[in-house]
């Protein structure tokens, strides 16, 4: 989904090479000036698939989105409603107003109740509100060094002790260098060593809107991430 993220003027969000122009819609659009840009083609966004990514189905499936639930990155919205469905107090927050309008719409259609909010993901505090779950699909993946760590210290600020924290990222086993930067579990351990618990990390698939940019989904890790509130 898309990160609550602006990239800093010649700072690129990713390792990666290159765009891959395969369509209108570049593989790596988290060096694009404007995130409405992604959603305002023709064509959706490569995360963009439209259904919740399959890790966050078995996730609410087993109970595990529930209470108060903040999607970090929402895009238009797919994992803020998968919690909503689930009986969860969904709140979304993507920096793109053209995202939160669609996901807006999304709700009304499926006469679902969530909350979406334009903002920004390194200053989550700014919500005003704490919660005891949070989603983050394929949002940490974009951050350089400096910038992850004020990303995990704005998630840890929202997120309550004993809360969990969802993440799914590429993962250092997916073979190239176009998209993401890719993400190993010893990076995650790292920067998720203080005021955190790594409860786990495993093997999942990120899967992709568009087969025509190369591949149907790329290889991932979903972490699961508890906050212990020191630190």
């Not at 700072?11 to 395969?22: E, H, I, L």
């Not at 109740?113 to 779950?133: T, W």
Request: charged fraction near 20%; proline fraction near 6%.
């Amino acid at each position: 989904m898309i990160p609550v993220y602006q990239p800093r003027a010649g700072r690129p969000a990713s390792d990666a090479a290159g765009p891959v122009t395969a369509g209108p819609v570049f593989w790596n659009t988290v060096t694009t000036p404007s995130w409405d840009d992604a959603y305002a083609r023709g064509v959706p966004a490569p995360w963009d698939i439209g259904r919740p990514q399959p890790a966050f189905l078995r996730l609410a499936e087993q109970g595990l989105l529930a209470g108060r639930v903040l999607d970090s990155g929402c895009g238009t919205g797919e994992h803020t409603l998968l919690a909503a469905a689930h009986g969860a107090d969904a709140t979304g927050v993507d920096v793109s107003g053209l995202a939160i309008r669609q996901a807006r719409d999304k709700a009304a259609e499926r006469g679902l109740v969530a909350r979406f909010e334009v903002g920004d993901v390194l200053r989550l505090a700014d919500l005003g509100l704490i919660f005891d779950v949070i989603i983050d699909s394929g949002v940490f993946h974009v951050f350089d060094h400096e910038d992850r760590a004020r990303y995990v210290t704005s998630l840890a600020s929202v997120l309550r002790p004993g809360g969990h924290c969802y993440l799914i990222c590429f993962s250092d086993r997916q073979p190239g260098t176009c998209g993401p930067r890719r993400v190993s579990q010893d990076e995650l351990r790292a920067a998720f060593s203080h005021g955190w618990a790594v409860a786990g990390i495993e093997a999942a698939a990120f899967e992709l809107s568009r087969p025509g940019i190369g591949i149907p989904f790329a290889q991932a890790w979903l972490a699961v991430l508890e906050r212990t509130g020191q630190g």
